[in-house]
C-alpha cells in the first residue's frame, strides 16, 4: 500500500551541516558524509541537501561534496542551492544527484524551470517554495535564502511552476522552521489541491503525529524535516535519527 516518503532535510554552511530557526540561529550538527552514512544504517526514503549560503555567494552546491554525498548514499538525493543555469544542473546530476532544487532562480525567472524540466525531465526539477507572511500582504513567496519577498502568492507561484514543468514542490514554511510545532497545515493543503504534482512539506515537524497530520489533513505527498531527525529528547541533543519502520503503518 502506498505511503508518503519521509525525507531528512540537511542545511549546508560550508562543509559543515547546521539546524536554524526561522531561517536564522543556525546550530552546528556535524559532517554531512557522517549523516549519509547513519541514515544508510537507518534505511530513509531519501535525503535533501541544501546550501543555503550558495546564492548568497553566488556560486552552486560543492560538486565535489555531491560526488562524495553519490559515493555513500543507498538512497536518492536531492540538491539545491545557487542553481542558475543548465550546466550546473549536468554537472550535478553527473555527481549522482537524482534531482535539483531550486529557489531564487524558479522565483526570479520561471522560465529557467520549463528549460530545465525540457532538457532534464519534469522528475529531475523540484522547486521550493519559502513562504513567510508579510505585513499587510498576508503569506508570500521569498527568495535568496528567505531574505527578499517576492510578488506571488504562495498558490500562484505553485501553479505557476507547475505549468513550466517543475516535477515536484517543496513547500516551506520558514515562520515554522525549527519550532517543532508542526507544519503549517493549511499552507500546506492550499498547495496540495492547487497542483497535480507531488508536494513535499517542510517546517515544523517535530513527531510523527505532525507528519500524519500533513498527510491526512494536508495531503502532502511526501513528509520532510530537519530537526526531527537532527535532535533527540527535550533539550535537544544532536543525535541522527529516523522514524522507526514500525511506525510507517500509521500513514496507512
Known sequence: MFRPRIIPVLLLRG???????????????????????????????????????????????????????????????????????????????????????????????????????????????VVCIDVKKKFFSGEVVWRNSGSKSSKYSPKDFAKIIEENGAGEIIIQSIDKDGTMSGYDLDLVKE???AVAIPVVALG??????????????GFASALAAGSLFVFQGPNKGVLINYIEKSDLSFFR
Do not use: W
Not at 539545491?80 to 525567472?109: F, P, S, W, Y
Not at 515544523?204 to 489533513?217: T, V
Open 191 to 193: 498547495i496540495s489541491t
Open 15 to 125: 562543509n559543515a551541516l547546521v539546524k536554524s530557526k526561522g531561517f536564522k540561529d543556525f546550530r552546528y550538527i556535524g559532517d554531512p558524509i557522517n549523516a549519509v552514512k547513519v541514515f544508510n544504517d537507518l534505511k530513509a526514503d531519501e535525503l535533501v541537501f541544501l546550501d543555503i549560503e550558495a546564492t548568497k555567494e553566488k556560486r552552486t552546491i560543492s560538486t565535489e561534496l555531491v560526488s562524495q554525498v553519490g559515493e555513500e548514499a543507498n538512497m536518492p538525493f536531492a540538491v539545491g542551492g545557487g542553481i542558475r543555469n543548465l550546466d550546473e544542473i549536468q554537472n550535478i546530476i553527473a555527481k549522482g544527484a537524482e534531482k535539483v532544487i531550486i529557489n531564487t532562480c524558479a522565483v526570479e525567472n520561471p522560465k529557467f524551470i520549463r528549460e530545465a524540466s525540457d532538457n532534464f525531465g519534469s522528475s529531475t526539477i
Open 204 to 217: 515544523g515537524a517535530g513527531n510523527l503525529e505532525h507528519m500524519i497530520e500533513a498527510y491526512k489533513k
